[in-house]
Every structure is written in structure tokens, then in C-alpha cells.
């Protein structure tokens, strides 16, 4: 029987109750033939890297034991045995196959997508989990995508390897299977064994504008942001000014915006946009930021001068 039988599916449930004539019916099973093509590939990577002793192949899914340990941060299985970098609570990043070895970490992102917003949103997602495991592990990393013959075109210096679709026998009644064999060889470990340094993502966001208030160097306070944490840190905060808290989006290679200035009525923020006010909900990584700094922002005293330092930064892009 193959063995992305035995994964725990986030769509199969949901594809179960879709009647084939509601509308929404071909999105879900879209998602979930992603889900199967990620397992499907994963067990490919199984099989080659069982005569590659010389690294540390991550194993997730249904080779994962009930009884392992579990941490309370950094890397962690979430509910369906998928790899994840949690802090604070907080989900920092996720892999669909991870290799550590002495001198690089490789990750792969396993793929169907081909249009493109999805290919926008790959392409932030490698620079942040880059970032993250050069910080995690000192040593140079690597990423490889997993996607079929011409769905995806090239993402910048990130190697693409196409493995066809096969068809796959989506019978439902046999999927999310028990008991696999999880006889493996000894350099294939649980995230629980990897040994690596630790990333405090509130703790950083702190320290770096921190940092900003002594030295009132906004360009040094970007630089440092994306030489370390291209990806992982989004909001470069700026302080406040009337009462009012500004801060500058981040994203990978793109230019700043002008200041993002938001008002707040006791624990609710809103964004104002183009003469809107747009609620931060609870749940945005925005709102958490705010929630941390606060009690940290200092009072804005040159506002121009920052609009100047933007234009400059932005020249330099």
C-alpha cells in the first residue's frame, strides 16, 4: 500500500462532507492533492537519503512516536506531525523536509502551486526560513523545490527539481492508515534530538528597536533587520508620535512604504489607510507586535527626518 496513506490530512475531512456538485468542491480537492503530492515526494526523499549517512534527515508524519518528548519552543511537531519553529506560541516557520548536515542545512518546499501570487508567497517564505536557519545553525543553507515540469518559473538562485504527478488512487476510505513501519535508519531523528541555537522573535523585535532609540540611526536599524532577519521581522517600529504608534512594513525585496501610523482605544488598534480605519485583528502577528512594544515606544521627536532617511533607504534599493 503507498504510504501517504498513512498521513494526517488537513483537507480530508473537509473533502469527505463536499458534496462533487457544491462549488467549493474542486478547491478542496486542489488542497488536497497538494497535501498528497508533499507526502507522495516525502517518501521519495525517504528513500534517498537512506544510504546518506553523513546527515540528519528530520522525520515527521506517521513516523512519528506518541511518546516522544515534546518542547515547549523552538522546533516541534504541530498536531499533525508536521515540522514547525514555534516561539512564544507563535509559529515562526514550517518544512516539508529537512536535512542537517556538518557544514549546510538543506530544506525542500514541496509544490504544486503555478500562478502568481502563489509563487510571490514562495518566494517570501524561502527568504524568511532561510534566515531563520542560518541563525538557527551558523552554517550555510539551502533550498530545493519540489514541483512538477513547468509549474513554477524560476525563483531567483533556489534549484528546481520537477517530479511528476503520478496518479494517485484517492479513494478516501484508505487514507490516514495506522501503524506504519517506522524501522529507519539511525541518522533519520525526531525534531526533539536537533541541536541548534534558539530564536526569541519578540525578544529580538525589542532589542533591535531598542537599540534604534539609542543611536536614532534608522538606516543602520533596516540594515541590521535585513542582514539577520530578512523575512522573519515585518515591522520595523518607529515609535510615538501624538499618541499615535508609527511603524514600516518589510518585505523582501521590496521598497519601504511610508509609515504605517495606527491608533489605539484601550486593547483595539487600527490601522489608518487612505483615510480609513482599519481594524488589526487579535490574531495578526501586527497586533502581537504592538501588544509586546508598547510598553517600549518611545516619543517620535523628528518625524521629517525619518521620511528622509526612508527616501534615502529606498534610493539604495
Not at 490530512?9 to 498528497?36: A, D, I, S
Not at 507522495?40 to 528513500?47: A, D, H, K, N, T
Not at 515527521?60 to 511537531?77: H, N
Request: proline share 3%.
Amino acid at each position: 500500500m503507498e504510504k501517504y496513506y498513512y498521513y494526517d490530512y488537513k483537507m480530508l475531512e473537509v473533502l469527505k462532507c463536499t458534496p462533487k456538485e457544491h462549488e467549493n468542491y474542486n478547491w478542496h480537492l486542489k488542497n488536497f492533492l497538494g497535501e498528497v503530492y508533499e507526502y507522495f515526494v516525502y517518501e521519495l526523499l525517504i528513500e534517498k537519503y537512506r544510504k546518506i549517512t553523513d546527515v540528519k534527515f528530520i522525520l515527521k508524519g506517521p513516523y512519528i512516536k506518541s511518546d516522544i518528548k515534546e518542547i515547549w519552543e523552538g522546533f516541534k511537531y504541530n498536531k499533525k506531525n508536521e515540522i514547525y519553529y514555534f516561539c512564544n506560541k507563535e509559529t515562526i516557520a514550517e518544512y516539508d523536509a529537512l536535512i542537517i548536515g556538518k557544514d549546510k542545512v538543506l530544506f525542500y518546499e514541496i509544490t504544486r502551486a503555478s500562478n502568481k501570487a502563489s509563487y510571490i508567497v514562495l518566494r517570501n517564505e524561502i527568504i524568511r526560513k532561510i534566515s531563520l536557519l542560518k541563525l538557527l545553525f551558523d552554517r550555510s543553507v539551502e533550498c530545493i523545490i519540489i514541483t512538477p515540469k513547468n509549474h513554477m518559473e524560476p525563483i531567483g538562485k533556489y534549484t528546481i527539481e520537477n517530479i511528476e504527478v503520478p496518479i494517485f488512487d484517492l479513494d478516501l476510505r484508505k487514507f490516514n492508515k495506522k501503524k506504519i513501519d517506522r524501522k529507519l535508519p539511525k541518522h533519520f531523528i525526531y525534531l526533539n534530538e536537533v541541536q541548534c541555537n534558539t530564536f526569541n522573535y519578540f525578544d529580538t523585535v525589542i532589542k533591535l528597536y531598542t537599540e534604534f532609540c539609542k543611536t536614532k540611526d534608522l538606516e543602520y536599524y533596516y540594515s541590521e533587520i535585513k542582514r539577520k532577519y530578512d523575512g522573519l521581522i515585518e515591522r520595523l517600529f518607529l515609535g510615538i508620535n501624538k499618541r499615535n504608534i508609527y511603524f514600516l512594513k518589510l518585505k523582501p525585496l521590496k521598497k519601504i512604504s511610508n509609515p504605517i501610523k495606527v491608533v489605539s482605544k484601550k486593547n483595539c488598534f487600527y490601522e489608518l489607510s487612505r483615510g480609513k480605519r482599519i481594524k488589526i485583528e487579535s490574531k495578526k502577528r501586527t497586533y502581537k507586535d504592538i501588544i509586546v512594544l508598547r510598553k517600549h515606544l518611545k516619543e517620535i521627536n523628528n518625524l521629517n527626518g525619518i521620511l528622509k532617511s526612508i527616501k534615502n533607504i529606498n534610493e539604495t534599493l
